[in-house]
Each structure stands twice: as structure tokens, then as C-alpha cells.
């Protein structure tokens, strides 16, 4: 299963639109649920976010200062993380990102930009990624 860990609900109906879109699309190939914390401080946000991971899960923080994949690299990264782990939890932080006690947690930290995204934004933009990244295991086409 993937999972996508994140604070705060989404109220812009058009992202509620693009998210549950590619959550369709994505679950044909495997799997996957956005679990939503309550928006909080810093430190509750750490503490929610920790007692949702699970051990048998690779889990990716998103970060600033992570590792950048191009759409091919991070196709290879969910394939080789899905045969190795049960599950991926993808982690996005609050407006002050991810705390200390996440990412010291986590297994990788990733980075789509240094530029700061709406949250709701940044939901969509992973799930289109994972989706994207399930079209090129596949070698359908979308990606070009």
C-alpha cells in the first residue's frame, strides 16, 4: 500500500477534484489512501504523523533539502522500495514542515523543488508523480 501522510483537510473543490482523479487512477495499479491529520503546531503535527507510520513501511519525507529524482528515477524508486517494503508512506509536513522526531523516522527524505507549494497543490503533484511513475513501470504511455 502507499500511503501520503499529511496535515489539514483540502477545501478548494477543484484540487478535492485532481486528488480523488489520480487516487482513481493510481489504485488500478496498486493500493493507495491519503491519511489527513488534524492541522496543529509543529510538535503535535510530529506526534500525529509518528503514531500513523507503520514499521513495515519505507518512509519518505518530503523535504526542501531532499534528494531530487527525475520522473524516471523516482518510477525505479517506488518500484525497487514496493518489491522491499509492504508499504511506502509518503510524509508531507505542515506549513514548518517536517519535525525533528519525523524525520528522524524516516527512511529518505525527497524533494520535488526548493520553491514552497500549497499543501493542497503539493498533494496533487505527488499523486500525479506516483501515477506517472506506475504509467512508466508499465510501459504505457503517458509520460514522455
Do not use: W
Not at 82 to 108: H, K, P, R, T, W
Not at 127 to 144: A, W
Amino acid at each position: 500500500m502507499i500511503r501520503i501522510i499529511c496535515p489539514g483537510k483540502i477545501k478548494e473543490q477543484y484540487l478535492v477534484n485532481m486528488i480523488e482523479d489520480y487516487l482513481k487512477r493510481i489504485n488500478k495499479y496498486h493500493k493507495t489512501e491519503i491519511v489527513e491529520i488534524p492541522d496543529s503546531n509543529p510538535k503535535e503535527e510530529g506526534h500525529l504523523i509518528i503514531s500513523k507510520l507503520n514499521n513495515r513501511s519505507f518512509k519518505v519525507g518530503l523535504c526542501i533539502n531532499g534528494e531530487k529524482l527525475d520522473s524516471i528515477e523516482f518510477s525505479n524508486f517506488i518500484s525497487k522500495n514496493l518489491m522491499n517494503y509492504a508499504n511506502i508512506d509518503f510524509i508531507i509536513g505542515g506549513s514548518d514542515g517536517l519535525s525533528d522526531e519525523v524525520l528522524q523516522s524516516i527512511d529518505y527524505k525527497l524533494s520535488f523543488s526548493t520553491l514552497t507549494f500549497p499543501h493542497g497543490l503539493f498533494r496533487a503533484i505527488l499523486l500525479e508523480q506516483i501515477y506517472r511513475g506506475f504509467k512508466i513501470i508499465n510501459n504505457e504511455t503517458y509520460h514522455k
